[in-house]
Nanobody
Framework: QSQLAESGGGSVQPGGSLKLSCYVS??????????IGWFRQAPGKEREGVSC????????AYADSVYGRFTISRDHPQNKIYLEMNDLKPEDTAVYYC?????????????????WGRGTQVTVSS
């Protein structure tokens, strides 16, 4: 069965960096009908879309809160999606999930996520 697996989270100080990885198994990214993106969820808060990329990598989008600090990329042969996070801030603290989504249009509709992995914890604190 199709599966998404996130990794790469951890604890860093403000201004630090992390690179998250998402391994997709069960299907090739380009063969699936939806793109893949990242969302995060902090305790007591709703899902917040942070970034996404179209199936063929011709389009990517970022939430305003992370634009200029986060970069989404992919490794097509390995069927992986990455999220490089720089200049991390305490408000970035959350569990980050890699998910199949309906569309990568920059709107980050909270209802657009189809399935995701277990997530990886990112904690930013002094």
């Amino acid at each position: 069965q199709s599966q998404l697996a996130e990794s790469g989270g951890g604890s860093v100080q403000p201004g630090g960096s992390l690179k998250l990885s998402c391994y997709v198994s069960g299907f090739a990214l380009e063969d699936y009908t939806t793109p893949i993106g990242w969302f995060r969820q902090a305790p007591g808060k709703e899902r917040e879309g942070v970034s996404c990329m179209s199936r063929y990598g011709d389009f990517s989008a970022y939430a305003d809160s992370v634009y200029g600090r986060f970069t989404i990329s992919r490794d097509h042969p390995q069927n992986k999606i990455y999220l490089e996070m720089n200049d991390l801030k305490p408000e970035d603290t959350a569990v980050y999930y890699c998910s199949a989504i309906d569309a990568c249009d920059g709107r980050f509709n909270p209802n657009s996520y189809k399935f995701w992995g277990r997530g990886t914890q990112v904690t930013v604190s002094s």
